[in-house]
């Protein structure tokens, strides 16, 4: 078995850049050379060689190039599967990395007890991946890779911490992997198994070691990969490098670089600034970084809002929330991004901050115009404030798109109510994917206010609604579609707050089928 702490050296001769340092199979790997927007897919197959992980579609879509990172937050190991092909290799520097071929070489994963008479060997495989040959998971092979990181991390996340993998989870944890030729039953049938295999875990006190000892050694700065681990650092950076790209998840940059074949000679990272990576709360708001995950900031919402967790399964993929940022997302500004309705119905502001100081403004007024916004030339986004929720508030969030799981918006709509005695005392409204920016339907919100929320009022703030804004037509949709979609989600929106009839939260998923007698 080769040393644990042994380094092992690879060197690229492509660009002068900083090098890129991760730990794998409990090593010290170092990779000099690695230009600053070149993808961790590229890294893994053209590099190491490590042609287990898969290209498929080259946007985080089907999930074939999904591996795991590790990192250390607040003392404990923590696990993502995320998309390699979007996904910058520079990103991952500090970080623990595992792909498919090593979670059978990997001398830190081990059995979690010795082996005694009459429980079984352990298999030369990972629960993960003996679980798929027992339930016959695989067919042509392509997509397995994938589906066994993603199962990877759920069995880390979850069997390694006592928990049960239930089928529903199984199915919102593997949304992002697709496969042609099985079905998922017996996908989803290995996910539930794995927890009855011998148990195999992380060494993670060793691997936590070595992932502090690495931070210990300081990075070599070089300008064409910016990451300042501070948000002092990192507006200085943006000060002194206006033109650099400012990434964060790269979930969109990430297209551009494998679909567009645009190029970057600079990049400025935000995601290594500590800051920006922590959700705090108060009695009035819950502030999210603007690095903190879409995973994490949804598990913040949720808390807040129970309901909002079937609309968070939906956003994307798991590798996807595991990457993509909320704050990347904001400042994207994508007229189909399903974060910003959301956060405008829930009256959101953000901060924006630069070495001449901070300003906050609210999330509505920072769009000027199709991927356009308020943000100055030295400035970041830095965090985003909800305020908390507050008695007699309704909420409810939709999503209308052609495919289920990881696909995108063609109408998004957020509707958020204060009801005070059946009248309504506050209304804000978010959309998406009808205008050119995400849009606050101000003119139906006026035709709520004041009025006693009825299913008369419903229908006439819908007609107000389909009114307000003049969607496209495109492949996802046309406008005639989606405006009429607008008026038949605040009529559903009626049905799941009303008190009468029975609809009292009565939410069209949580409607079970009819049991059909013979």
């Known amino acids: ?64 190039c999904t591996v795991v990172l ?31 071929e090593d979670l059978a070489q990997d001398p830190l994963i081990q059995p979690a ?15 993960a991946q003996q679980a798929m040959v027992n339930c016959h998971g695989s067919q042509c092979g392509f997509c397995t890779p ?34 042609r030729c099985t079905g998922y039953r017996p996908i989803f049938d290995a996910a539930q198994s794995m927890a009855d295999l011998p148990r195999t875990q992380v060494n993670e006190p060793e691997l936590l070691k070595q992932l502090a000892q690495l931070g210990e050694v300081p990075q070599v700065a070089h300008d064409n990969y910016l990451a300042p681990d501070t948000l002092k650092a990192l507006l200085a950076a943006r000060a002194a490098h206006p033109d650099a790209l400012v990434v964060a998840g790269t979930t969109d940059v990430g297209l551009w670089i494998t679909k567009q074949h645009r190029q970057y000679s600079q990049i400025l990272d935000v995601t290594h600034a500590a800051e920006l990576r922590r959700v705090t709360s108060t009695a009035q708001d819950i502030s999210i970084g603007a690095a903190v995950s879409l995973t994490d900031a949804f598990n913040a919402l949720q808390a807040e809002w129970p309901q909002l967790h079937r609309f968070a399964t939906r956003f994307a993929g798991m590798p996807v929330r595991n990457s993509g940022t909320l704050g990347g997302n904001v400042a994207n500004g994508s007229p ?3 974060s910003m309705p959301l956060l405008i119905a829930l009256g959101a502001r953000i901060t924006l901050a630069s070495v001449r100081g901070e300003r906050t403004v609210a999330l509505e007024d920072f769009y000027t115009g199709y991927r356009k916004n308020l943000l100055a030339g030295d400035e970041l986004l830095t965090a985003i404030h909800v305020p ?44 998406g994917g009808v ?40 492949m996802r949709a046309s406008g005639a579609y989606r405006r009429e979609v607008l008026g038949s989600l605040l009529q559903r929106f009626w049905l799941e707050t009303s008190a009468t009839g029975g609809h009292q939260n009565a939410a069209l998923e949580s409607l079970q089928p009819l049991e059909v007698l013979a």
């Open 336 to 338: 189909i991004g399903d």
């Open 113 to 127: 007890a010795p082996a005694t008479p009459g429980d079984g060997a352990h298999s030369d495989l990972h629960p």
């Open 1 to 64: 078995m080769a040393s644990l702490t042994h380094e092992t050296r690879i060197p690229i001769f492509m660009s002068n850049t900083r090098p890129l340092r991760f730990i794998r199979r409990g090593q010290t790997v170092t990779l000099n050379g690695v230009a600053p927007d070149r993808t961790l897919l590229d890294v893994l197959r053209e590099d190491l060689n490590c042609t287990g992980t898969k290209e498929g579609c080259g946007e985080g879509d089907c999930g074939a």
């Open 435 to 474: 205008a050119a920016t995400p849009a606050r339907a101000v003119q139906t919100e006026a035709a709520l206010l004041g009025q006693p929320w009825s299913e008369a009022l419903a229908q006439a703030a819908g007609t107000v609604l389909q009114a307000e804004f003049n969607p496209i037509s495109d």
């Open 70 to 100: 590790g990192q250390e937050r607040d003392g404990e190991l923590h696990y993502q599967s995320i998309n390699s092909c979007i996904r910058l290799a520079h990103s991952i520097d500090g970080m623990a990395l595992w792909t498919v």
């Open 146 to 179: 994938g589906f066994v990181m993603s199962m990877f991390g759920m069995y880390q996340n979850h069997v390694c911490k006592g928990r049960t993998i239930s089928r529903e989870l199984a199915v919102e944890e593997l949304s992002g992997n697709l496969c």
């Open 388 to 431: 908390r929720a507050v008695p007699g508030q309704q909420l409810a969030a939709y999503k209308i798109s052609k495919r289920f799981d990881d696909d995108i918006s063609a109408v998004c709509l957020v509707v958020h109510l204060q009801l005070d005695n059946g009248m309504v005392s506050a209304a804000r409204i978010g959309a």
